[in-house]
């Protein structure tokens, strides 16, 4: 037989429902999670719910149905078809015809059904488009099927023709069966039973009786028949039809259990199982399994009925597999939980989760334990399942982590369900207890949902949780309902601390003010010592009772503020440590009057915020935490200027920062009270503020010079170049805060310091000029007459005071300002400052001594070139000081720059007799170098001179014994000025055997007196040799390199002579060869190799030293003799040495 399905396809078509627009405003993850939860839980609830076999058995599954072909080829083939048939009909006897129509008619009901799909999928498109446009119900699409209407009322009216016109038709029972069940598709059912009605009572043995006995026993079964659908599924099992028998016995067991019988339908189900197994092995397809595994899956709702859990497990893994068992356990909790077995319904989802400990619906089943104890009312269970959800299926949780490394989509998934169902479980069981909380006043119940509460903030609220799940609002929601829990528990301390916690998480929240207010009121209960209690658990709770209302917080007129005692130190103020809950009481305060303060505040607040701000800027003065205290006065006093606390409380910031030395934070407040017009109308305020701000702003600037100080220590102690520059830049920028406090504060009492502050930083800044600036202000402004106008007008004492002020710091500017002159070498104005402060002042004032100051009037009037003023300032000095003790080095000093000055007015001789009698005269108040040093600069200027050479002879012998009578370990051996003048004196001792060598030379053609002379030049080459090593140990570069010449020019000469001699007579030509040869090997390369070592030595050290002199060039001229391309000219600049003016020495 053959049956078309094309009904089949179009009642899937016809049900499946569309994905409608997301809705707008939704987050898209969070509705993602719940719809996920959603149809989790309709699955739940239409497995615990049903009554009938699942929709997905259709009757055609027991049927013989062969599939027909809805492609357009095949339609074109059928039209084909239909037209032959229809052109051949009329041509055939009446007795032939049936055959035809009733093929006709199943190619008409084809045909429908082709145009019914090519219509929907039209319809389907359409609705698709009106869904992507936004989804207007009024212009919704409709599905209309013309077509598919025609072809269809047309099968109808040939199968209706086959049995009104031939009724004694062979196929009768065929045609009965297909017109019953085409209009039972149509929807015309009492029609369609009718038909099925009449092949039954008029063919009982046809072979579609017993499909029409299934179609009857569906009919009466979907009606609610279920006598009349139990005898017709009955009758259908006589036949011989595998899939007919299991297809009944199916539907046989759903009559027993809507009959109540369960045990009955339990064994039906089972044999449903066992006949669908067999039935695929024997080739029956997949419509047989389909079968089966609705049986395992109904069978759960029957063993529901008979209390079992286990045995339905162990059953359905024995005959399908332990996935499959697993899956219907949990179906059978939900049907339990359904049918408010909540015992058997938290007893089966505890096998599953002892059974399976990482089930992906796991946590799923513990929040059906909760609702299942939240039902039986076991408020202790609640807690513990409650806990037991969250610890276990929490984001973090090991089920979590284990789940997560699976990878797969389906994880993911319930990771996400997984927090929907611990954070939603428990957000709604703890709004329900505490709903009943507030109905029931129950203490015990307060405390349920508190504990509630605490578990959902523990593990939701963190950012980094809810913020991923987008459920932060709700948390900071329920901490609020969690505080106020807590207060109504008297649990001040908890309540306060959590009501803090939402202030701060959510300050523009709706209950941000209400919050803000509770929080004073449990610290000012906790800092007032009242303890918690702990109420029994059927004790009242009273959320009004003790809870002030609004505007009620405790008045803090009586708070006195203890008055600054001025007379005690800074020590005395030194802050104390505040307790703990006053600073949160302070802090809570502080938050109450953010929240509150505005433009939008009830005037009737005004009050009230005032004095919560005075309390919490009293709790910190108290305890001497003067700053925290002022920056609270000064919030008061800038919202509310013109109360009385304001004055009362500017007053007391400025003297209790003052006392404490709080600088930064005095000139802060100092100002802004300056700047509040209220504040300054008061004379004395007016006075005191201005004397706090000068005062301050000195010691900040002071505050930023010592940091310099410091850098500049610290960069010292390890050498660090940086922070010396570093240190440099702060000078700088402390002498200009200096400056600019000048000119802010022209009159105060700090300004003359300030000056004398600028000019020394600068100095150290390197900023001589802006030094020079300072200092100049400084005596031109005390210098005025206004300066001095002002200082009459003062008290005698005040005026008395200023004019020492005046002295010292005047004295400071002109003992500093030369030596700024000197830094920017205007050595003349230097000098002339020197010697005016010489003359002027006492010395008293400054670090500068009179004495010391005309010794540098004398130095620097000589580097100026002065000499006869440093000669008038020198008998000035001796006039002053000669005869006392105590300034005989000073007048070895002057002996000294007088000799300096004589040499750089070209007066040589004067100067080299100076230079001469100063070791006799002076030598021993000097250090020996100096003496050293005074006899090598006679020996340079005799030698500028041109004296003879005895008398060079002479002094060049006094140094060198001077320095040969110094012990093997005197220091002075190493002294740099102290070698110079020896190896000087030596190299010239050394000169007269320099000049007899070089008057040697071999001339002679005898064999012997030739020998003697190569000898002789020989062995005093060897010698001077000798003499320069030794005096080069000595160390100095200028005459190492001279002595490396000389011994390099010694050598070559000694090559050349030998070179340059004549041949011994008598001697063949070859023999004269062999003899040359003899000579240039023994003599002539190995000496010359010599002078090259020792040129290019000399010629090393000078690079390496920077020595350049006249030794320099003759090596290189001397070397160009040997290697002409490797060395170019070396051009050696003029040397001007520049003369100390040290104090002592140079």
Not at 530 to 557: F, H, M, V, W, Y
Request: charged share 30%.
């Amino acid at each position: 037989m053959r049956i078309s399905t094309i009904s089949l396809f179009s009642a899937a078509l016809l049900l499946a429902a569309p994905t409608f627009a997301q809705t707008k405003g939704e987050d898209a993850a969070a509705k993602k999670r719940r719809s996920k939860i959603e149809e989790r839980e309709r699955q739940a609830a239409e497995a615990a719910s049903t009554k009938g076999p699942s929709k997905k058995i259709k009757l055609e599954q027991a049927m013989d149905a062969n599939i027909s072909d809805f492609s357009v080829k095949a339609q074109r083939k059928r039209n084909e078809v239909i037209r032959k048939i229809s052109k051949a009909l009329p041509q055939q006897p009446e007795g032939d015809r049936a055959d035809l129509i009733f093929q006709l008619a199943e190619l008409f009901w084809q045909t429908s059904q082709f145009w019914y799909r090519q219509e929907y999928a039209s319809f389907d498109k359409s609705l698709q488009a009106w869904f992507d446009s936004g989804g207007d119900e009024k212009t919704r699409p409709k599905l209309k099927t013309p077509k598919a209407d025609t072809f269809k009322n047309q099968a109808i009216r040939n199968y209706d023709i086959l049995l009104k016109k031939y009724p004694r038709y062979r196929r009768r029972d065929q045609v009965l069966y297909v017109m019953a069940y085409n209009l039972y598709l149509a929807g015309k059912k009492n029609g369609a039973v009718r038909k099925y009605g009449e092949l039954v009572k008029k063919f009982p043995k046809s072979e579609f009786a017993a499909d029409a006995y299934l179609a009857l026993g569906e009919h009466f079964f979907n009606s609610n028949n279920v006598v009349k659908a139990r005898t017709a599924f009955e009758r259908a099992l006589r036949t011989k039809k595998e899939k007919v028998i299991n297809f009944a016995t199916y539907k046989l067991a759903w009559c027993d259990y809507n009959q109540g019988e369960y045990a009955d339908a339990v064994e039906k189900y089972q044999t449903v199982i066992r006949r669908s197994h067999a039935m695929r092995k024997n080739g029956f397809g997949e419509d047989a399994m389909e079968l089966g595994d609705e049986a395992a899956t109904d069978i759960v709702l029957a063993f529901s009925h008979l209390d079992v859990v286990e045995e339905v497990y162990d059953y359905l893994r024995e005959v399908r597999d332990e996935e499959w068992a697993k899956r219907m356990v949990g179906k059978l909790g939900a049907i339990y939980d359904s049918q408010g077995k909540h015992d058997l319904s938290v007893r089966t989802y505890r096998f599953v989760l002892k059974k399976y400990p990482t089930h992906l619906d796991a946590p799923m089943y513990q929040s059906k334990i909760v609702t299942a104890f939240t039902r039986m009312n076991d408020r202790a269970r609640v807690r513990t399942e409650m806990e037991r959800l969250v610890d276990m299926y929490k984001p973090s949780s090991l089920w979590a982590k284990k789940v997560k490394k699976q990878g797969t989509e389906q994880a993911t998934d319930a990771i996400e369900r997984a927090f929907e169902y611990t954070e939603g479980t428990m957000r709604q069981l703890v709004t329900d207890y505490h709903a009943e909380a507030q109905k029931s006043k129950k203490a015990g119940t307060y405390r349920l949902a508190r504990d509630i509460y605490k578990k959902y903030l523990d593990n939701f609220a963190q950012t980094d949780v809810c913020s991923v799940y987008e459920t932060c609002e709700q948390a900071r929601r329920l901490r609020f309902y969690y505080a106020e829990i807590l207060y109504s528990l008297k649990e001040f301390r908890q309540a306060a601390e959590q009501y803090d916690v939402y202030v701060e998480e959510d300050p523009g929240g709706n209950f941000a003010k209400n919050a803000a207010f509770a929080a004073i009121l449990c610290w000012e209960f906790i800092v007032k010592g009242e303890k918690p209690i702990t109420l029994p658990d059927n004790a009242r709770i009273n959320e009004s009772k003790g809870k002030r209302k609004k505007g009620q917080i405790k008045r803090t007129a009586k708070t006195t503020v203890k008055q600054i005692d001025k007379t005690r130190g800074k020590e005395f103020y030194t802050p104390k440590k505040i307790p703990a809950d006053e600073i949160s009481l302070a802090n809570a305060c502080d938050r109450y009057v953010d929240r509150v303060h505005g433009k939008s505040v009830d005037p009737k607040l005004k009050d009230q915020l005032i004095e919560v701000k005075f309390k919490a800027a009293t709790i910190y003065h108290k305890y001497f935490h003067f700053e925290d205290s002022a920056k609270r006065f000064d919030e008061l006093i800038a919202r509310w200027p013109q109360n009385k606390f304001a004055s009362f409380g500017a007053l007391n910031v400025l003297d209790s920062l003052a006392v404490r030395e709080v600088w930064s934070a005095l000139n802060k407040y100092g100002r802004s009270f300056q700047k509040n017009k209220y504040l300054m109308r008061e004379s004395k305020f007016k006075t005191s503020a201005a004397k706090y701000v000068e005062g301050s702003q000195f010691q900040l600037y002071m505050g930023e010079h010592m940091k310099a100080v410091e850098t500049e220590k610290r960069a010292t102690a390890k050498k660090n170049t940086t922070g010396l520059e570093k240190s440099k830049q702060m000078y700088a920028a402390s002498a200009k805060n200096f400056l600019n406090f000048y000119k802010e504060f022209p009159d105060s009492q700090f300004t003359p310091i300030s000056l004398v502050n600028a000019m020394n930083v600068f100095q150290a800044a390197d900023e001589i000029d802006r030094g020079i600036d300072a200092a100049e202000l400084l005596l031109k402004s005390y210098a005025a007459g206004d300066f001095w106008t002002k200082i009459e007008k003062l008290p005698s004492v005040d005026r008395k005071q200023k004019q020492v002020d005046y002295e010292k710091y005047e004295e400071m500017a002109a003992c500093a300002l030369p030596g700024f002159y000197v830094g920017i070498a205007k050595f003349e104005k230097a000098a002339q400052l020197f010697e005016h402060f010489a003359e002027t002042y006492s010395g008293e004032h400054a670090a500068c001594k009179l004495d010391e100051m005309l010794q540098n009037a004398l130095i620097f009037q000589r580097v100026a070139g002065n000499t006869k003023k440093v000669l008038e300032l020198r008998d000035e000095f001796a006039k002053k000081y000669g005869k006392k003790k105590k300034y005989k080095k000073d007048l070895a000093n002057l002996a000294w720059q007088l000799a300096l000055t004589y040499k750089a007015s070209g007066q040589l001789e004067k100067a080299a007799k100076a230079y001469n009698d100063f070791p006799n005269r002076y030598g021993s108040l000097v250090d020996e170098q100096q003496n050293f040093e005074s006899l090598y600069r006679v020996a340079m200027i005799w030698e500028e001179l041109g004296k003879s050479a005895g008398d060079m002879k002479k002094i060049r012998r006094k140094i060198s014994d001077r320095y040969d009578k110094l012990k093997a370990k005197d220091p002075l051996r190493q002294n740099r000025q102290v070698v110079r003048a020896a190896a000087y004196a030596k190299f010239h001792q050394i000169d007269s055997a320099y000049e007899k060598y070089g008057k040697l030379k071999i001339a002679s053609k005898k064999g012997e007196k030739m020998k003697k002379e190569l000898m002789t030049m020989k062995d005093q080459l060897t010698a001077l040799q000798q003499a320069y090593e030794k005096l080069m140990k000595l160390g100095d570069p200028s005459t190492i390199v001279r002595s490396l010449t000389r011994m390099g020019l010694a050598a070559d000469k000694f090559a050349t002579a030998v070179d340059q001699s004549p041949t011994p007579k008598g001697l063949t030509m070859d023999q004269e060869i062999f003899y040359r040869k003899g000579l240039e090997e023994q003599f002539i390369f190995p000496y010359q190799q010599g002078a090259i070592d020792s040129l290019e030595r000399a010629r090393g050290v000078s690079f390496k030293e920077g020595v350049y002199n006249q030794a320099t060039l003759d090596a290189q001229a001397a070397l160009k003799k040997f290697k002409s391309n490797e060395f170019g000219e070396i051009v050696i600049m003029p040397f001007h040495a520049s003369e100390s003016f040290a104090i002592v020495g140079d």
